[in-house]
């Protein structure tokens, strides 16, 4: 009998050119088609949560697939582990209705962008963490923060090149905190614009560098104007962070 398995998936993000396959690139979803279709003995469509960009890492997506198979839905993931590469795991799988789509539930997403501020460049945290040689001021890059919370157009953070149909979007929650000498942008919504999250994050980095003041956040949200915004971060401080579904 079919049934639809809901999959957990932490990834480092570094070799793959983003989560959505694309015949003959490295990609996420088509690492994850082939542990699939052996453990299952057949090919089937992966539906993914969040089609994450190249360099981008995750430690919560989600995505279901449809199955015949008799492994029992709990133990997949420990299957599809063996299967799959050391930048991929499975944290966990189970079943949910045949009809349960991780793209039309309604959720809460969470994004963080990691920015550490050191004298010197580190190579080996170059692929977790934008670099910055200055002290940033986290306290003003997290009051900055606050303004982006609530339903607002956010077309200009929004980077050329979107499919969207409606820039609308709700954000619960964004904060700035500081670990060590990483600064730690934390961001919830319903959902982002393309590159949404990297937008913010290099707006409240130019706050943090006094470049922009956290005042001038509403008029910016408002000014509708991408050149109104910060700069793109780089991919690579971005993490998926995990979903919160509804019911």
Request: contains cysteine.
């Amino acid at each position: 009998m079919k049934k639809r398995i809901r999959l957990i998936i932490s990834y480092d993000g570094t070799a793959y050119h983003g989560w959505q396959y694309q015949e003959g690139v490295n990609t996420v979803e088509g690492v994850l088609r082939r542990a699939v279709s052996e453990a299952t003995g057949g090919e089937t469509e992966i539906i993914g949560a969040s089609r994450t960009d190249a360099g981008v890492h995750a430690l919560g997506n989600v995505a279901v697939f449809d199955t015949n198979s008799p492994i029992p839905p709990d133990k997949m993931f420990m299957v599809l582990n063996k299967l799959l590469p050391d930048d991929i795991s499975i944290i966990s799988s189970d079943e949910v209705p045949l009809d349960w789509h991780p793209r039309k539930l309604g959720c809460r997403k969470t994004y963080e962008y990691h920015i550490y501020m050191s004298g010197v460049r580190i190579p080996v945290r170059r692929l977790y963490a934008h670099h910055t040689y200055h002290e940033l001021d986290v306290d003003e890059m997290d009051r900055a923060a606050g303004f982006f919370t609530g339903e607002h157009d956010f077309t200009a953070f929004c980077a050329a090149g979107s499919q969207a149909v409606t820039f609308t979007r709700t954000i619960y929650a964004c904060s700035v905190r500081r670990a060590g000498d990483e600064v730690i942008i934390s961001v919830t919504g319903s959902g982002f614009l393309y590159n949404m999250v990297r937008i913010i994050a290099g707006t409240l980095m130019e706050v943090g560098l006094g470049r922009k003041k956290a005042d001038d956040i509403p008029a910016i949200i408002d000014s509708l104007e991408r050149r109104n915004a910060g700069p793109t971060l780089p991919p690579e401080g971005l993490f998926l962070i995990g979903y919160e579904y509804e019911g």
